[in-house]
């Protein structure tokens, strides 16, 4: 096996891995949302005792989300055919605005995570929909761009007009 080989497959490895963390990114901000939510409502601190764990969770998840991102992204740049024609072209403003969207979802969780049982229970929730507002748009973002690299272009070269030649009779 060549080194782009093993390559190609640590990239598609990230690929799926990365697919499964992204979920969790988008559904455990809503289960810490819910349990927020009942904590203000009750003054049961079990909700914020359990939204704190699951803070936790969310902050492993996405540390882990970030490391197989990594490794997409080097495959992509560094061995599949024909991305960095996509990423010069089409791709170039979402991954842009991706990266402005993750920044912000970085430096959000950050602040929910330090902030989280030291602040209103009413801005700790705005502060992790912010978050999750990010996520998504991030979501959203690569998901067209990894759209773009296989339909329509592919991730390889751009085709060219065949050229016909005519026979004289």
Known sequence: ??????????????????????????????????????????????????????????????????????????????VWPGSIIAIATSALSPLALELIAFVNEIALLVLFIVTLGKTSTGKSIAIITAYWAFALLSGVLITSVNSWLVAPMGTGAPSRPSRRRSRSA
Do not use: C, D
Request: a positive charge; hydrophobic letters at 55%; glycine letters at 8%.
């Open 1 to 78: 096996m060549s080194n782009v080989e093993l390559w190609l497959r640590i990239s598609a490895l990230g690929i799926y891995l990365h697919a499964i963390y992204v979920s969790l990114t988008l559904g455990i901000p809503l289960g810490i949302i819910v349990l927020l939510v009942l904590h203000s409502r009750t003054k049961n601190t079990f909700y914020l005792s359990m939204a704190k764990k699951l803070t936790i969770v969310l902050g492993m998840n996405f540390a882990l989300g970030a490391i197989t991102g990594t490794l997409v992204e080097f495959g992509l740049v560094q």
